[in-house]
Structure formats: structure tokens, C-alpha cells
């Protein structure tokens, strides 16, 4: 894992605005219409930078709705537009809030935990919690090198009972891959199945073996695809108690697994087989922003967000 996080939020600016941005919705635009356009807003339909904030023709304050207009295309449109808050009536202050658990919260936030702070209910919640997790989904990943970790392991369904000779296979678990380059990202994915075919075939997808050493358990799917490896392929036997070899080990991806667990056990207590690839890429993006203070973590999921409605597929 990375180092522990314990940075000091004084220099901090955004950590200090977003608990206000979570509680007031002229705070919560503001702050969304800085991240998105900083000093330059720009309409969202023709680009043009000849746009103002829409008037009440009483009061001359800005309109309730926050709505700009643009003078190039006449079109109205608010700051939600073209993001994932698009289509949903959420107010934006609650979106900051999701935002900012999703991101800051080691093992995951639940939709129960947001709907008793903010009030929303507990199904607008989930779809809340689920397009957050689609911002934060890598949506062009590219090849991981270097020393890279992989392994694989079962998740949700039930606790397994002691004794169950054979863990995952055969219940409501699903087999999940990471890949980890050590010092650097993480790549999840969810599989069918952990045959030495589908092993390979998510390995060639994710890594450029040429530039790469494999680094895995003594499971015996990895050794075909190992060969391929340009600087090889070291594989510890935990069977025979062996976890560490010199550098060779898959501690890494096996503390990114026990996060996940943790998580997914302690607070998604029952994730669909479906749903499963959003909460991966939760957990999947804060470790890959684990340098960044928890602030510029919330901003990045929130900059990530920007662009991304009209890929949203609804799962
Ligand atoms: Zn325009």
C-alpha cells in the first residue's frame, strides 16, 4: 500500500470548502461551476466564452435555478450540464457530499450512510452512489508496466463457513483479478472464471509483458503467460509457507484485496454480480490517487465526472 495518510489540511483550500459546499446549494454551484470552468466559463453546446448568469427580473439577484445563458447559441443551460448530475433532480450540494465520502473514505461509503446525512432517499442515493462510481471508472486506461503484482481472489455472497473446502468456486462468490505495478496503479476485473485462458487474456489486455516482470502465487494458471515476460516471471509458494522471495511477492495486490474485502463485507453488504465492476472502480480509484490529499482526490473524481453522461449505460 501507500504511505499512510496523515497530511495536514491547513494548505488545503478545498478541503475547507467543501463541507460548506455540502451544506448550502449556492455554495454547492459555485463551487462545481469553479472546479469545472475556473475563470472562464464556457457554454457546454458551441464553446463561446460570451456567456452570463441568468437574473431574476425582480430582485436582479441570480436566478434560483442557476441557469447561464449564452449570447453565441442562445441556448440556457446550468452546471450540470453534460456531467453525470445531468439527468437527475439531486440537489447538487448532496452530489459534493457523495462525492467527497466516495473519495475520502478508505473502505467506501453506503448509500444507507448518505441517505441519513443529506436526507435523500435511500434509492436516490444508490443511483447517486453509482454514477459517482462511474465517474471515478477509468475511461482510458493504458498499459500497466514495470514490476506488476497479479492475483485473484473471490468476492461477495455470503461469509464462507469454516471448513468449506472450496472457497468461491461453485457459490455466490465472483472471481475478481488485480493487477498491481508496484509504486503505481491498480487494475481490477471481474471474470467468468480463473482457467489459465481467462488469466492470460485479462494479463495481454492490461500489461505490456515485454517492458515487464510477472510477480504471482504459485497458482499454475500464470505460468504460460508468465514465459511471455521480457524480465520474467518469480512466483512465490504459499502452500509452502513461502510469501516472500528477495522481491518476490504479492503482498501488494493482496493489501489492495483486503481493502476491498473489508469493504465490501463491512459496507456494501450485498453487491449484485452487476454492480460489482462500479464498486471495483471505486476502490480501484482511490488507490490510484492515494498521494493526493483527500481534497484534490475529491476534486479529481469530480473533474472525472465532467464528460461522462452520455457514456453512462445504467449499470
Ligand atoms: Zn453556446
Known sequence: MGKVQNQSTKHDPVIQEIPLACADETAAVEFLEKQRWGDHPACPH???TSVYQMTDSKTGERQANFRWRCHGCKSQYTVRKGT??????IPLRHWCYGFWRASTSKKGVSALEIHRHTGVSYKSALFMLHRIRFAMSDSSPGNLSGDIEVDETYVGGKPRYKGQSKPGRGTKKQAVMAMVERKGRVRTKVIANVTAKTLAKEIRKSIDPKASRLLTDENPGYRAIGKRFGRGHGAVRHKGKEYVRGDIHSNTVEGFFSIVKRGLNGIYHAVSKEHLHRYLSEYEFRYNHRELS???RTLAAIKAADGKRL?????
Open 294 to 296: 483527500d481534497g484534490e
Open 84 to 89: 453525470v448530475f445531468e439527468d437527475s433532480r
Open 46 to 48: 458551441c464553446g463561446d
Open 311 to 315: 457514456l453512462y449505460k445504467g449499470t
